[in-house]
Nanobody, 126 residues
Framework: QLQVVESGGGLVQPGGSLRLSCTGS????????WGWFRQAPGKEREAVSW????????MYADSVKDRFTISRDDAKTTAYLQMNSLKPEDTAIYYC???????????????????WGQGTQVTVSS
């Protein structure tokens, strides 16, 4: 079955860290990039980060640059999002997605992704 499933969300204090995981099934991971998106209450979903197939390139939204790190482990068909120095404004539902095989490079466009997870809640609060 073709799917991706996120895990690792939770409640964390400001300044803390979390690592999100996204595990896929039903496809060969080495052919696809991965993306992370998030949606805060009352806001549109926004792109957070992307990693290319084989991990040679990464991209980050300005709001998370130098705090978040995306990585992948193809042996486990899993992508990760390490989130450090978390802020209350990072509170959102985080979604991972598989990039299309014919990825055009617009990493922050939802139309470039074809398999989405159900999301995991991240809450940053004291």
């Amino acid at each position: 079955q073709l799917q991706v499933v996120e895990s690792g969300g939770g409640l964390v204090q400001p300044g803390g860290s979390l690592r999100l995981s996204c595990t896929g099934s039903g496809f060969r991971p080495e052919y696809y990039g991965w993306g992370w998106f998030r949606q805060a209450p009352g806001k549109e979903r926004e792109a957070v980060s992307w990693i290319s197939n084989r991990g040679g390139a990464t991209m980050y939204a300005d709001s998370v640059k130098d705090r978040f790190t995306i990585s992948r482990d193809d042996a486990k068909t899993t992508a990760y999002l390490q989130m450090n120095s978390l802020k209350p404004e990072d509170t959102a539902i985080y979604y991972c997605a598989r990039a299309k095989g014919w990825f055009s490079g617009y990493w922050n466009s939802e139309s470039e992704y074809d398999v989405w997870g159900q999301g995991t809640q991240v809450t940053v609060s004291s």
